[in-house]
């Protein structure tokens, strides 16, 4: 059963007990894009938006307490999420979302009609654009919900890299005294510990955090009051000056006014920074997951340094085998951010004179980084990081039998005859510390000096002396 509603461009059937009208309506034939609705985020967002500029409006005059008091039960509504099925208009939309604006308009107008005994679609007590539209515009209302949800949402992302950062601290303690080889080039190169390199993957999430925190707060200027160019047009002075505190209040966000609303209507690269920061954090994510897969690989014919839970069979053909799935789908979440990158850069450079109008996919594009990039930490940290397991014995050997160790050796016994030891003993496939005692250059006991495992990651005081002694005696020697 339907209900006939008219807009500027003539009758539209709806369904008969929807909130929405005429504009959402049009916009289900027009926008079959996605086929997935606005973010409920942004829904929220767009009440918060709407229960202000009412609140502010009815402080300057222009809404009276009748009306004022079915609106905002209406918009709370919305803002608690009762109201989410009738939000219907597509994620991606043209008319830089006006569709969606004109979604929760018409919502809450027939839902604050309802609520005082008007039939829906009727509009004569209280109506879409002149009263729930008052003084605002798509082009004002539209951004600023998308930079409060943006905020919203990004929370659950930081506290997520949080406790993954926890975890990998956690794990640098717990294989401190794990010594490995270090490589560079994918060679062999000097021996490293296990907990110093699960150090670094948590110092580059601090920075992620500190970065992403950065390119976030940001988005808490917007631009209420600008309506349609940025000039104010049918805002009133008054209501301009207030709306950002009660939006502030009612979001609970400190918020301010753009200072030239111009700039904040038509230019949009707060959000290319924000995006920016998401892509970053997601290279340094991906990156580890490419470590991680590394050293957990064989577990015979691989590096085999670390073992990593095991969360399913790897395969429909392969008994036995288990792939390292969590780390490969953290990858994947990390390529797509970076494309959902590249959208988002192309749509605000695409943008034209007065307003950008690609609005709807920058913002479909970084919610959806920022909340698979929320999962993908959490499954990482629970599925993966808390579960791994360091293989000391192996990792010892291979430290044992690398040639790496003669980067320690060559200030004792020189570059020259320590590049001759290494090639002796990578062809003829023997110990490095045997090839290095053979030759007499070293004593036994300067070697284990040398050698000693917190001396080569953390060089102290025992190497150094060793050779500040010998260079002593040659200084002598020369005297």
């Known amino acids: ?22 504009q959402t309506v049009r916009s289900l034939t027009n ?19 709407k229960l202000a500029a009412t609140i502010s409006n009815h402080k300057v005059g222009y809404i009276d307490k009748k009306r004022l008091h079915y609106i905002q039960i209406a918009a709370q509504e919305v803002i608690d999420g009762l109201l989410n099925d009738h939000f219907v208009t597509d994620a991606i939309q043209g008319g830089a979302g006006t569709s969606a604006h004109m979604n929760v308009n018409e919502v809450i107008a027939n839902r604050a009609n309802e609520l005082a005994n008007f039939p829906l679609g009727t509009y004569k007590f209280i109506h879409p654009n002149d009263h729930l539209n008052f003084g605002q515009s798509t082009n ?35 294989f401190e005294d794990v010594l490995k080889m270090g490589r560079t080039h994918l060679q062999d190169a000097i021996p490293i ?39 104010g047009l049918n805002a009133d002075e008054n209501y301009k000056r207030i709306v950002v505190k009660e939006l502030s209040k009612v979001c609970g966000i400190t918020l301010t006014s753009a200072r030239d609303l111009v700039d904040s209507t038509r230019n949009v690269d707060v959000f290319v920074w924000a995006s920016s920061s998401l892509k970053t954090c997601a290279v340094n994510l991906s990156k580890m997951s490419n470590d991680i897969r590394l050293m957990a690989s064989g577990p015979l014919a691989g590096f085999n340094e670390i073992n990593l839970p095991e969360k399913q069979p790897g395969s429909s053909i392969m008994p ?29 450079e695409a943008g034209q004179l007065e307003l950008n109008v690609f609005e ?45 160790n003669i980067t320690a050796v060559a200030p004792h016994i020189g570059y020259a005859n320590a590049s001759l030891l290494a090639q002796k003993a990578l062809i003829e496939r023997r110990k ?39 260079l002593k005696d040659q200084d002598h020697e020369n005297d």
Do not use: W
């Open 1 to 22: 059963m339907t209900r006939l509603e008219k807009d500027s461009l003539g009758l539209v059937e709806v369904p008969l007990n929807a909130y929405y009208g005429a």
């Open 360 to 404: 709807p996919v920058m913002f479909y594009k970084l919610f959806e980084s920022i909340e698979t990039m929320t999962h993908a930490c959490d499954t990482f940290r629970v599925n993966l990081i808390d579960g791994i397991t360091a293989n000391k014995a192996r990792c010892e050997d291979m430290v044992e039998s690398s040639i790496g």
């Open 320 to 348: 036995g085998k288990i792939n390292p799935v969590i780390a490969e789908v953290v990858n994947q979440v990390c390529f797509n951010v970076f494309g959902n990158d590249v959208t988002i850069l192309k749509a605000a």
């Open 140 to 174: 004002d209302v539209y951004p600023s919900a998308g930079r409060i949800a943006s905020i919203f949402l990004v929370e659950d992302l930081l506290e997520s890299l949080r406790l993954l950062q926890v975890s990998l601290l956690k794990k640098s303690e717990e």
């Open 432 to 470: 490095l510390r045997d090839v290095i005692l053979e030759s007499g250059l070293l004593s036994e006991r300067d070697l284990n000096i040398i050698l000693k495992p917190k001396s080569l990651t953390r060089p102290g005081i025992s190497g150094k002396q060793l050779l500040k002694t010998k």
């Open 31 to 49: 926008f079959p894009i996605t086929l997935k609705p606005i973010h409920p985020m942004m829904v929220r967002a767009l009440g918060m938006i």
């Open 193 to 231: 510990q296990l907990g110093q390199e699960f150090k670094a993957f948590a110092t580059s999430i601090g920075r992620d955090i500190k970065r992403i925190k950065i390119a976030f707060n940001d988005l808490k200027s917007v631009n209420m009051g600008a309506t349609a160019v940025g000039t």
